[in-house]
């Protein structure tokens, strides 16, 4: 089974503060994708990255990171000096290499309040 | 480039009727992809179509159906609308299958099932 689970289902951080966003995840497959959206309380979901499972390195974009451990099945993602724009929910998936559909299992969001 | 719309943004409708919710994916993209949104979860796959064939359902019943047109567009029907239908209908679109490419979304639809 696929699945992905986001313990903090909530974060409040002052503004400035570094914050990291946990993602784990199950799948039997060898080869899948994970992925981070965003979504601001319009509603539309922003995609964030997508990373494959062959691909460990840690990736870097301005003040965004993401790291990526296979031995521990995590996915995370920090947010460095955040700022209050990046108040949003934030939400994990997978795609497991099932063939067919590429269907994305989303965990169930962590909502991040970045406060000034 | 034109990104993901949707419509109509609201919706209520009440317990029994049927609803049609439409959306245009991106240039350039032949797969659309539906999930629903419940309030305070993360999106579930409803389904998805390539070239105007489902390729791949969630586990949602048979009164849950869509339709993608030659121009790529889709539809999402649900008959016989229950309380619980009631969430926010995200339909996304990808160069895919074959990558998996990136989803794009759409700003959603939300339905109230009154």
């Known amino acids: 089974a696929q699945k992905v689970t986001q313990a903090q289902t909530e974060i409040s951080v002052v503004e400035k503060e570094d914050v990291t966003l946990d993602c784990v995840y199950e799948t039997r497959d060898t080869t899948y994708y994970l992925f981070w959206y965003k979504q601001p309380p319009s509603g539309e979901l922003v995609f964030l990255i997508r990373r494959n499972s062959f691909d460990e390195q840690n990736e870097i974009s301005g003040r965004y990171s993401w790291n990526f451990q296979k031995s521990t099945s995590s996915f995370n993602f920090t947010i460095t000096a955040s700022q209050v724009v990046d108040s949003a929910v934030y939400f994990c998936?997978?795609?497991?290499?099932?063939?067919?559909?590429?269907?994305?299992?989303f965990g169930k969001g962590t909502k991040l309040t970045v406060n000034p | 480039e034109t990104g993901v719309t949707q419509s109509p943004t609201h919706l209520i409708k009440t317990r029994g009727q049927q609803v049609t919710l439409r959306c245009s994916s991106q240039?350039?993209?032949?797969?659309v992809s539906w999930y629903q949104q419940a309030l305070g979860q993360g999106p579930q796959f409803i389904f998805q179509?390539?070239?105007?064939?489902?390729?791949g359902r969630g586990n949602f019943p048979p009164r849950f159906s869509g339709l993608q047109f030659p121009n790529y567009s889709s539809e999402l029907n649900v008959n016989a609308l229950e309380l619980d239908d009631s969430a926010l209908y995200l339909c996304?679109?990808?160069?895919?299958?074959?990558?998996?490419?990136?989803?794009?979304f759409g700003p959603g639809t939300r339905l109230t099932v009154t």
């Open positions: 240039s350039g993209h032949n797969t």
């Open positions: 998936a997978l795609i497991p290499n099932q063939g067919g559909s590429e269907k994305l299992v």
């Open positions: 996304a679109s990808s160069l895919g299958p074959g990558g998996p490419y990136e989803q794009y």
């Open positions: 179509y390539y070239r105007e064939e489902e390729n």
